[in-house]
């Protein structure tokens, strides 16, 4: 008889944010009236920039000539979004990544689920606490942890690196070698940040134990301090031991687009295995390759018009953050992020759970945010809002929060 992989069960309860919709849903159902304001799940909400409207159509309109048609893309890519990657988020921040080492993809919570796929199941995995919930889950789904232990509030055989206050939500380098490590800077949930030295400390460590650092960079375009670094190829050494992830979904507003790309170095290895192979061959068997209208798309976040309108875009998203960061810190709330990221972490007020403090949001204020502890135990006590809203929406939540 056919069986289940038994790893699914490990996993307690719904993905986050499906849970925390599901819940919204309820609560609009019973209070019909009431105008429900989102600032959960890091969704866009300005729309795509004329120049990307621009280029999708104009791609579209290729699409329908015999001679411009395009069927099935390259399995890594164009050539043309490749080429610019590697030219405007590399070389021209001087790293040394070449347009064959760039993957592109459907997005980034794909790949950051995906590329666990290309270890062995006996590798130990660190992950940052709290944390984005795709990086575990996916290995629990794989069998690279033990059971959910529910008096700890995460997995055995996971190495978890708290990130605190008083660490200023940067982990410290762990205790227990990890063979894989999971960060991301800007960080999701916490909105922190990591110094170029900070990170190099980490890039220094995984060549020295033989560890790979996946780093998540899909929220760069936030940062506005000249210290802290836009990708993990900045620091010296990282080609020999880090696999970057990227996304076109916060910088340029592709949630509802979706394309993304992963960098993976020609001198990765793992003994003699280029981990480069090992993706490409995967890439090639289970993916079909983002869309050449979407491709299109993506390369014109790279021109002139596109980085400008983009630009102010992230800017708008920005002076969301400034006014919920001053706004609640005004309001006597401690806060956290915002600074080079688009979330604000709060700590939850009157000692109240993070769930608490969502179903008070939600029913006094009729806002919607992210609890902490769904990223993890040392989240608890802790509430992420994300500044993707509109402005007037952003500012009305702002009001009504400190109506409380
Ligand atoms: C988040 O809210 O953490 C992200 O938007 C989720 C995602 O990018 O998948």
Redesign the pocket.
């Known amino acids: 008889m056919v069986r289940i992989n038994e790893n699914y069960a490990k996993l307690p309860g719904s993905y986050?944010?499906s849970a925390i919709a599901k819940k919204v849903a309820d609560f609009k159902e019973k209070h019909p009236g009431e105008q429900v304001i989102s600032l959960?799940?890091?969704?866009v909400t300005k729309p795509l920039a004329p120049a990307i409207i621009e280029a999708l159509h104009k791609a579209v309109d290729e699409m329908s000539a015999a001679e411009t048609f395009h069927g099935y893309a390259p399995d890594l890519g164009y050539e043309f979004l490749r080429s610019a990657i590697a030219q405007n988020d590399y070389k021209d921040r001087g790293c040394d990544i070449s347009a064959d080492e760039i993957f592109v993809s459907d997005?980034?919570?794909c790949d950051s689920g995906n590329i666990q796929e290309i270890f062995a199941l006996d590798n130990k995995i660190a992950v940052c606490d709290p944390v984005?919930?795709?990086y575990v889950d996916t290995n629990v789904m794989a069998g690279r942890t033990g059971a959910y232990n529910a008096e700890k509030e995460n997995f055995d055989g996971v190495i978890y690196m708290p990130c605190t206050k008083e660490n200023g939500f940067v982990p410290e380098l762990p205790s227990e070698k990890p063979d894989i490590i999971y960060l991301c800077f800007p960080n999701?949930?916490t909105g922190s940040a990591i110094t170029k030295s900070q990170l190099q400390e980490w890039v220094d460590y995984a060549n020295k134990v033989g560890a790979v650092i996946i780093y998540d960079a899909?929220y760069e375009a936030y940062i506005s301090q000249e210290e802290i670094p836009h990708s993990i190829y900045e620091c010296e050494g990282a080609r020999g031991c880090a696999i970057e992830l990227r996304?076109f979904?916060?910088n340029a507003g592709f949630?509802g687009v979706r394309l993304g790309f992963t960098v993976v170095p020609k001198d990765l290895k793992c003994g003699e295995v280029s981990l480069h192979s090992l993706w490409a061959r995967r890439h090639g068997t289970k993916y079909n390759g983002a869309p050449y209208i979407i491709q299109r798309a993506g390369e014109a976040v790279y021109s002139p018009e596109g980085k400008a309108q983009l630009k102010e875009q992230v800017a708008g998203y920005m002076e969301n953050a400034r006014a919920i960061y001053d706004g609640l810190k005004d309001a006597g709330y401690q806060v956290f992020g915002g600074l080079n990221a688009p979330?604000i972490w709060l700590r939850t007020p009157d000692g109240m759970t993070s769930w608490e403090f969502f179903d008070s949001l939600l029913a006094r204020a009729h806002v919607v945010g992210?609890p902490g502890s769904g990223?993890g135990s040392c989240g608890e006590g802790y509430f992420?809002l994300?500044a993707?809203g509109t402005k007037e929406n952003t500012l009305e939540a702002l009001a009504r929060i400190r109506r409380m």
């Open positions: 986050l944010f959960g799940i890091g969704d997005g980034a919570k984005y919930p795709v999701n949930p899909a996304s979904s916060k949630t979330y992210t990223f992420r994300t993707f």
